[in-house]
């Protein structure tokens, strides 16, 4: 079975500094890697992902998250977080065949000014 | 191009009662799923439809929820009879065939059973 660990269940950083919020997942296969973020009463909105290729991928609104198969890591990450980046991020995985998304439990980023 | 949309937005009901929610997916879009994501947890997949067929329904609680998606466009999620713990925020997502693909969400519908 697949499955993603989002240790931190908040990551409190100042408006201007780098920002990181971690994701380990399991999988069979190669992993299909993804970053979701969502803001209050809305849906899921799509981040990037990690497909193959390039372990730093660029994604939305100045994000940007790094694949370690080593360590089976998919970090997001952010030079200079900003105060409307605050909001709740979700890692999500898929491996081989039809498998669907799983998801982590989510992480809370409240980025202060 | 439109969004998934959703319908309704909310909804309260009492326990025992039935309730159904609505999915137009992006148009084009072969696969929708339903999620469940219950207050402080990840979205956990109920349902995954191909087209018309349905693909995984492992998680369903079958004894009490339905999904149906005719002519493989919309979709509907049926809850009958609700209990207490249905209360969550119903996702439907959608996305083009290949793993490659990501999933674009609706706003969900927030339930919550009294």
């Known amino acids: 079975a697949q499955s993603v660990a989002q240790p931190e269940d908040q990551v409190n950083v100042a408006e201007g500094n780098p920002l990181t919020v971690k994701c380990t997942y399991s999988?069979?296969?190669?992993?299909?890697l993804f970053w979701y973020v969502q803001y209050p009463n809305r849906g899921l909105q799509f981040l990037l992902k990690?497909?193959?290729?390039?372990?730093l991928v660029k994604g939305s609104y100045g994000f940007e998250a790094e694949f370690n198969k080593s360590q089976t890591s998919f970090h997001l990450k952010k030079p200079s977080a900003l105060v409307s980046d605050s909001a709740l991020y979700f890692c999500?995985?898929?491996?081989?065949?039809?498998?669907?998304?799983?998801f982590g439990k989510g992480t809370m980023l409240l980025v202060s000014p | 191009e439109a969004g998934v949309a959703q319908s309704p937005r909310y909804k309260i009901i009492e326990k025992r009662q039935s309730v159904a929610f609505w999915c137009n997916p992006i148009?084009?879009?072969?696969?929708l799923y339903w999620y469940q994501q219950i207050l402080g947890q990840g979205p956990k997949l109920l349902i995954q439809?191909?087209?018309?067929?349905?693909?995984?329904d492992s998680q369903l609680p079958k004894d009490r929820f339905s999904a149906e998606r005719l002519k493989g466009v919309d979709s509907t999620l049926k809850i009958q009879p609700a209990k207490l713990e249905d209360s969550a925020v119903y996702l439907c997502?959608?996305?083009?065939?290949?793993?490659?693909?990501?999933?674009?969400f609706g706003s969900g519908t927030r339930l919550t059973v009294v």
């Open positions: 999988v069979s296969g190669n992993p299909y």
């Open positions: 439809f191909q087209n018309n067929g349905v693909v995984d």
């Open positions: 990690y497909i193959t290729g390039n372990n």
């Open positions: 148009s084009g879009h072969a696969t």
């Open positions: 997502a959608s996305s083009p065939l290949g793993r490659n693909y990501g999933y674009t």
């Open positions: 999500a995985v898929r491996g081989g065949g039809y498998s669907t998304l799983t």
